[in-house]
Each structure stands twice: as structure tokens, then as C-alpha cells.
């Protein structure tokens, strides 16, 4: 199953991918026939006009498998991905058995402290004020070299071994986000789950009549973003709180206060690192 962009700010596109891993040889892909056989006849003519070798030679493979980023979620139960580009800076759960697309960028956590910082108004100014702009909507343009490393999260958010433990308010507040937010996407009254045919992959989700899948099309992040209802904003601004808290700021700074106060905690940490490391 693969996920880009589009699937996670309107609506999944029940796309699956031919994936062989990182490094199987030829001979054992040739045992998954029918997939290989696909790829075969539809993969390798573009493939061996391709100017990289390894394009070319390793043509059953993905072009960039990624081999970091597949063994970082090793062994996670779920991980978070947001878009490069998007209009709005959204942060949403994937299943593990997703494959992400090149254009969503990872984040291999489980925990709920992590994405409540990374959802909150402190992450989202810090991300707008160093990113780059694309396309004819100029829309913000998430890297995780100048976007994500930058930005100083509140101490010990990353690095202690249970961050839920120590920041329990984010931790709520952002498990009741994502909460409110799935059942306005999807109203358990409009759909249904069914099990998946391949066991270990998310169950997929079915409206119930015609009716509902018709309304389901206008019920994507994108929109719920645009429309900001007010339980939203709510819940943004609990979550926003609880994130000051940990900073030990106050709850009501400007936003102009905000990055200035995050450009001060990123200067006084990189010269903190550099002193180390002259060490």
C-alpha cells in the first residue's frame, strides 16, 4: 500500500505498489511471479534507457528505496508523515504498512508528545519562517534539514525514553486532536471497516451507501483546515497551551514573540554543541 500527499490531506487512493525491499536479488523477485512479471514488462523498457547505472541494473527495484528511513520504522507500530507541500502544515498517524511516497516526509515516533509539538502553533510558525515556498499556490515547502533539525523542541521531548510520561498534557491533548479530527473525517455513521485481504495491513474503510461516499469526498484535512470549525481551534489552542507549558513560556505570547524566543532557544543549543564539540 502506498500513500503520497493526496492521500493524506483529501482522501486515500487505495493504491497499492509493487515493492521488493531494498535489497532482494532478481532471482528471488522473480518468485512473486505475477508482480514481476508487471514490473517486467511495464518497469524495465523505461528503466534501461535510464542514465544511472543503478537504475538500470537494479531495475525491480525502487529507483530510491530509502534504506534509512525503512529501517528506522523497523519494529514501529505506527509513524508520523506530513506533506512536503501543502497549504496547511498537517502532521497525521500511518499505519507501518504504508509505504510513504517521496513527496510525504517522516518522522519515525510513535509517541504522542512528538506529534503534539510538531501539530502545534510554535512548530507550525518555526516551519513557515524557515521553509521554502513552491508552485503557483506558493505553498510551504517542509525539509527536514531546515525545517524539522532546526527546530528546538522543549527539552527532553526527544530524548527521554517515555515522552507521554513526561509531558502527559501534550500527550492528551494530542490524542484528543487526532481524535476529534478522524471522527470528522470519517463519521462512524458514514462508514464502515473491513478487514483487508492481506493480513497485517490497515483495515479499509467503506461508506456505507452512496449517499455517504458522496459526502466523504468533501470530508479531507484540506477542507477541515480551510473551515477551521471551532472545536478545531479548540483543540489547537489546548494543545498549543500545553506546549508552552512545556517550554515554560506563557500560554497567550504573540507570534512574533514565539519565534523570537525559539531563535533564541536554537542559538543558545547550537553554541552549546559547538562549545561540546571544540571540547
Request: net charge neutral; proline share 9%; with cysteine.
Amino acid at each position: 500500500m502506498r500513500w503520497n500527499g493526496i492521500d493524506l490531506t483529501r482522501r486515500p487512493q487505495d493504491i497499492w505498489i509493487i515493492d521488493f525491499g531494498t535489497y532482494m536479488p532478481e532471482s528471488d523477485a522473480a518468485l512473486y511471479e505475477i508482480p514481476f512479471e508487471y514490473i517486467l514488462k511495464n518497469v524495465k523498457p523505461e528503466r534501461d534507457k535510464n542514465a544511472e547505472k543503478r537504475s538500470r541494473e537494479l531495475w525491480w527495484l525502487h529507483q530510491r528505496p530509502r534504506p534509512e528511513m525503512r529501517d528506522a520504522l523497523i519494529g514501529l507500530t505506527r509513524y508520523i508523515a506530513t506533506p512536503e507541500v501543502a497549504k496547511h502544515r498537517v502532521f497525521v498517524w500511518m499505519h507501518p504498512a504504508i509505504l510513504p511516497d517521496k513527496k510525504l516526509i517522516v518522522i519515525a515516533r510513535t509517541d504522542n508528545a512528538t506529534f503534539g509539538v510538531l501539530h502545534s502553533l510554535f512548530h507550525e510558525l518555526w516551519s513557515l519562517a524557515v521553509c521554502t515556498w513552491h508552485g503557483v499556490g506558493n505553498d510551504p515547502r517542509y525539509t527536514p534539514t531546515t525545517t524539522f533539525e532546526t527546530f528546538p523542541f522543549p527539552e527532553s521531548v526527544l530524548s527521554d525514553p517515555n515522552p507521554d510520561a513526561r509531558f502527559p498534557a501534550i500527550a492528551a491533548a494530542a490524542r484528543r486532536l487526532v481524535e476529534l479530527r478522524d471522527n470528522w473525517l470519517n463519521p462512524p455513521e458514514w462508514v464502515k471497516w473491513v478487514p483487508e485481504v492481506v493480513p497485517g495491513y490497515p483495515d479499509r474503510l467503506l461508506p456505507v451507501d452512496d449517499k455517504a461516499a458522496a459526502e466523504l469526498k468533501k470530508r479531507t484535512l484540506t477542507n477541515l483546515y480551510n473551515q477551521r470549525p471551532a472545536w478545531l481551534v479548540n483543540a489547537h489552542q489546548a494543545l498549543d497551551e500545553a506546549v508552552a507549558v512545556a517550554y515554560g513560556w506563557p500560554v497567550d505570547l504573540s507570534d512574533d514573540e514565539i519565534l523570537r524566543r525559539l531563535l533564541a532557544l536554537n542559538l543558545e543549543r547550537t553554541s552549546a554543541t559547538t562549545t561540546a564539540m571544540k571540547c
